[in-house]
């Protein structure tokens, strides 16, 4: 086995990435009243300065009211969240690194910080926050445009701050997804409707309105799962028809790359192949793909919410699967966050340096 693959360049739009590795976007609540401070500049700097190829940032919230469930969550919009993160992009740049943020709503979600949102004030197709059981109404044909805008706004800024690419979190039960599940989606308009082609027409225009707005040098990237926080069996398209139902309205409306993700990389999506969901994503829409789940590590990542470490494993599964050309970049999230020097040591060599992940690195922003 060879990371040699892992460390070729890979191109899209104006993007140049020296290797294939991706840092997943990891939320870490350190942004006080919304703005990433200088600590989080220093943190993604030492990503920058261990050779990742793109580092997309934490979850960061578009402009409505509801759009993030902590208060320690950063904003992308207003003057102080805004310069917080031009520090962000500037120390990146300095340090050689390339770096993109991650775009969020989170919709209806079932953990909402007491001091935070107003009660009731949600983002939501249907006004369910789980399945079968409905808390209230769904957004109206204002609110979606007005949402729309605001992705589409939240790419101007990361065009005028001069970030590399953006993606938009359209993944795990999210509001992007909440449209795209049919158990949560229940709407008879143009934003609902009984195929996932129909429910996928709401993310379709968040895509369009940041393809717009992100400029023609950008890539937009678009991070969708199947799997929802709290229902790792669900999934938006059970067969490879449906989809290319789902995913490829998103790429015609502009989506350059789809960040697939999965909590296990080595799982196959359907019966009959090996193919995991980046495997699959790529086969089906003819964009890069970007894979994600247990990369260097044994095992899952929601496990460390439960305080649960991971040891440090070979990266055998994402050489084989990425040399067979299933996907054209890995994104690494735990492994990453414990150790910002740790693609360095894979190319390196210096495998035994590199340490397992403790749950405990959550709490610091190291
Ligand atoms: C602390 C933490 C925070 C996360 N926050 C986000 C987030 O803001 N947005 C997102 O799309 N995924 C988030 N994830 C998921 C990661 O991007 C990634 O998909 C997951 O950790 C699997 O990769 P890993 O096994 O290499 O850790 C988070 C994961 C962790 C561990």
């Not at 759009?67 to 904003?75: M, V």
Request: overall charge negative; aromatic content about 10%; some cysteine.
């Amino acid at each position: 086995m060879s990371e040699d693959i892992l460390f070729t360049p890979f191109t899209c739009r104006s993007l140049t990435m020296p290797n294939r590795v991706v840092m997943a976007p990891m939320t870490r609540g350190k942004a006080p009243g919304g703005v990433p401070t200088e600590d989080v500049a220093q943190y993604y700097v030492r990503r920058a300065l261990g050779g990742v190829g793109l580092i997309v940032t934490e979850g960061t919230g578009v402009e409505r009211p509801a759009a993030l469930n902590s208060p320690d969550y950063p904003n992308f919009y207003g003057e102080a969240a805004l310069a917080g993160w031009d520090r962000v992009v500037k120390a990146v740049h300095s340090a050689g690194g390339l770096i993109a943020p991650q775009l969020w709503h989170v919709g209806l979600v079932r953990t909402r910080h007491p001091t935070w949102t107003p009660a009731g004030e949600y983002d939501n197709p249907s006004g369910y926050s789980r399945p079968g059981n409905q808390v209230g109404e769904g957004v109206s044909e204002e609110d979606v445009a007005d949402i729309i805008a605001a992705w589409g706004r939240a790419a101007a800024s990361a065009r005028d701050l001069g970030f590399d690419a953006v993606e938009i979190h359209g993944a795990h039960g999210y509001l992007i997804d909440q449209f795209f599940w049919s158990e949560l989606n229940k709407r008879n308009d143009r934003w609902g409707g009984p195929t996932i082609a129909d429910r996928a027409r709401f993310g379709a225009e968040i895509v369009r309105s940041v393809r717009k707005n992100a400029g023609p040098d950008m890539p937009v990237i678009l991070r969708v799962s199947q799997w929802k926080l709290h229902d790792y069996a669900a999934r938006n398209a059970t067969t490879p028809d449906e989809m290319t139902a789902w995913l490829s309205p998103l790429v015609e409306a502009g989506a350059d790359i789809l960040h697939c993700s999965q909590r296990r990389i080595w799982e196959p999506e359907f019966e009959g192949s090996d193919l995991n969901f980046a495997g699959w994503a790529k086969k089906l829409t003819g964009v890069p793909t970007i894979s994600v789940g247990s990369v260097g590590l044994s095992g899952e990542f929601t496990a460390a919410y439960q305080g649960e470490g991971a040891k440090s494993a070979p990266l055998t599964e994402v050489v084989r699967r990425m040399g067979r050309g299933d996907f054209d970049l890995v994104a690494v999230g735990r492994a990453l966050l414990q150790d910002p020097y740790w693609l360095q040591k894979i190319r390196e060599g210096r495998t035994a340096e590199i340490r397992d992940f403790e749950a405990a690195s959550l709490a610091t922003l190291s």
